[in-house]
């Protein structure tokens, strides 16, 4: 094992975004720990892509809205390759409830969401920080959502979360520099079976539809987007952080006003 390479956590990288992460790290030339809550065979997927990509992989099972596993995740992947460098906090969770029906808002759904998308994110921060300050190029990316910014998306709680994940943000950069930087990706509508699964596919079909029709892009984004951009964010963007970074295809600017004649 090369111990001069840089080394990366991305949690709830079974699938989706955090798999295309992993991925590409991996072809950046970083060791990858892949986490995963529940789906064994889906994060050995992961893995033998990321090591077809030329990456030692670790693959750890952690439930990151306990913080007993955050601090073993991290523990594993210093155990494992002697440092870490990178952190991406992409584990998350919502419910599916229209915005209207407040009564189906209970302290359940309430705490689960938030014990993951807010919890979750500090813990895994909390137990990286020695380790990521150590580093010499210590970097964090969260992965939030346009739905923190616009009040939008599956639900008032999910909204809510992400919106205590981008304050998070930024209260940690100013905490955390300048040995780490913290940043966060905030998309939009994403090509996921996430998503798929959760809307149907008649509103997927919709959804996409609007986004061609309305985001200045024309296109839902694909995971693979936001990857890069949190690739970039963890390796390239070396004196940017605090930011917070729309990855919508556009979405969040709405229509162009009228042009309004003036005689």
């Not at 915005?99 to 705490?111: G, K, P």
Request: proline share 3%; aromatic share 6%.
């Amino acid at each position: 094992m090369d111990s001069q390479k840089k080394v990366a956590i991305v949690t709830g990288s079974s699938a989706g975004v955090g798999r295309a992460t992993a991925v590409r790290l991996a072809d950046h030339g970083c060791h990858v720990v892949v986490n995963y809550r529940k789906g064994r065979a889906e994060a050995e997927e992961t893995a033998a892509l990321c090591r077809a990509a030329g990456a030692e992989v670790c693959v750890v099972e952690a439930d990151v809205a306990r913080d007993e596993d955050c601090r073993r995740l991290v523990d594993t992947a210093v155990h494992s390759f002697g440092r870490l460098d990178y952190l991406v906090n992409n584990a998350g969770t919502t419910q599916f409830i229209p915005f209207e029906e407040l009564e189906r808002l209970s302290e359940e759904v309430w705490e689960k969401i938030f014990r993951t998308n807010v919890f979750g994110t500090f813990y895994g921060i909390r137990a990286a920080v020695p380790h990521l300050k150590r580093s010499g190029s210590g970097s964090i990316v969260n992965v939030t959502s346009i739905a923190g910014i616009q009040g939008t998306g599956s639900s008032i709680a999910y909204a809510a979360s992400k919106a205590a994940v981008n304050n998070m943000t930024l209260a940690l950069a100013r905490t955390l520099g300048p040995e780490i930087r913290v940043n966060a990706v905030a998309p939009g509508a994403i090509d996921t079976r996430w998503i798929r699964n959760g809307i149907g596919e008649s509103g997927y079909g919709a959804l996409e539809k609007m986004y061609r029709e309305s985001a200045p892009l024309r296109e839902i984004v694909p995971a693979e987007a936001v990857a890069e951009t949190i690739v970039w964010l963890l390796e390239g963007a070396r004196m940017t952080t605090g930011e917070v970074i729309t990855v919508d295809s556009g979405i969040h600017l709405g229509p162009a006003p009228p042009l309004k004649r003036r005689d």
